[in-house]
């Protein structure tokens, strides 16, 4: 029998993990799963929640509850990696030996840069952010109270989880601002540390064209290099500045600390290398990585997470039937797509009916 370990048990994790239940008997395949946290959230939601279109009850779940049986659910934070000895050094389990190791550890925030940035955060006044559950809960009152000024979507560095998610932000706070009937009394900026709010040249115009149309301003190669909150303005490293009323911030993201302290297996920034085609470790024979943990060139997306699950699972079947792995991870672009009467729409989902289909569907590798 072999043993499966997977550090993580976030969407892509828990996906990986349920369709390996499905598909193996417990005699066949020991899975485990270490992850630290014993709440799940659907992250897609903090955008909504941000707005006050949900509440917190669909958000969160208890991890235990996500998988199917069968699954050992080690809580727990992974420390190191050994892939010498094939083993997980945890925090209070001690080691957890491995035949094949998934590292599905996900993106971690870094609140230390820019400077100031975490002050301000902490303040809660004039800076914001809605990548985590209590920055959105705080960013709604803001929203809801905000009477006027300048409110700025920035992020301070790429990659980050779903790109998308700053430009929705902006373009539902001036939405929300208009229902609101306060639409005049506000300024709208959009920044970006790119050469452009999104990379992909065939769209670009368009979408410029409707930031236009709802006079949203846009700063591109912003490289934000301090917060200064009790000014209400943001510098950036080569001297610019964006004054604000109310800043919704992205901190830069950067890989979990178990991979910065484990030999050999992340680059600089702690995400996994691994094949881009076949998610294994660049150094390892055993060693897997999916979702927003590897470095494969792929946007940071659940959707990104449930394909790469799914070949990854296709892939492991095959390894431990003896057969040579076939499936291939080809990365889908996020794109606006402009498909009907000369109009663009930007890739939107309809959280109502993403959340059913999360908890009920994608996480139990159904679809
Ligand atoms: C505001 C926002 C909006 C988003 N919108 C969308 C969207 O519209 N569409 C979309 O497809 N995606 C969206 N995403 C991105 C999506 O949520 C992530 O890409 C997805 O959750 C990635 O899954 P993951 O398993 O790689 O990481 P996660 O789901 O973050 O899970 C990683 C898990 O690893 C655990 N972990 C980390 N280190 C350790 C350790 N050392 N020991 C034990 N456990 C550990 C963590 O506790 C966590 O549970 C959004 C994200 C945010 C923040």
């Known amino acids: 029998m072999k043993r499966i370990v997977i550090i993580g048990g976030g969407s892509a994790g828990v996906m990986f993990v349920n369709r390996m239940r499905r598909d193996f008997t417990e005699d066949e395949v020991e899975l485990s799963v270490i992850e630290r946290s014993d709440k799940h959230y659907f992250q ?16 969160v779940r208890p991890t235990k509850d996500l998988f199917y049986e069968g699954v050992n659910l080690i809580t727990d934070s992974a420390t190191r990696i050994n892939p010498k000895n094939n083993t997980v050094t945890t925090s209070k389990h001690g080691a957890v030996s491995y035949d094949y190791l998934i590292v599905a550890t996900g993106a971690k925030l870094n609140f230390d840069e820019p400077a100031g940035m975490k002050e301000g955060l902490n ?11 209590d920055g959105a809960l705080k960013l709604r009152d803001a929203i809801k109270n905000c009477d006027g000024g300048t409110i700025v979507s920035m992020s301070s560095e790429n990659p980050i989880k779903c790109p998308a998610a700053p430009i929705n932000f902006i373009l539902m706070a ?8 306060r639409r005049n009394k506000f300024k709208f900026v959009l920044s970006t540390p790119m050469q452009s709010v999104i990379p992909n040249q065939p769209y670009l115009e368009k979408f410029n064209s409707i930031l236009d149309s709802k006079e949203i301003g846009v700063v591109n190669n912003f490289s934000p290099g301090e917060v200064d909150y009790k000014n209400g303005v943001v510098r950036s490293y080569n001297g610019k500045k964006i004054n604000f009323d109310l800043l919704c911030i992205i901190p830069p993201h950067e890989g979990e600390q178990v991979i910065h302290d484990s030999e050999e297996l992340g680059d600089a920034a702690g995400w996994v290398t691994c094949d881009k085609y076949h998610l294994l470790s660049n150094y390892y024979s055993n060693i897997y990585a999916i979702g927003d ?13 449930r394909i790469q699950a799914k070949v990854l699972t296709d892939r492991m079947k095959a390894v431990l039937e003896g057969k040579e792995p076939t499936a291939t991870y080809k990365p889908e672009v996020l794109c606006p797509i402009s498909p009907k009467n000369k109009k663009s729409v930007f890739a939107h989902y309809n959280y109502d009916e993403l959340k059913p289909l999360y908890w009920n569907l994608i996480l139990k590798g159904l679809i």
């Open 44 to 59: 897609p939601a903090f955008t909504s929640i941000a707005f006050g279109l949900d509440e917190g009850e669909d958000v």
């Open 123 to 133: 303040k809660g006044e004039g800076v914001f952010t809605f990548y985590t559950m």
């Open 293 to 305: 943990a590897s470095d494969v060139p792929a946007s940071k997306t659940m959707t990104s997470a």
């Open 174 to 181: 001036e939405d929300t601002m208009r229902m609101f009937g």
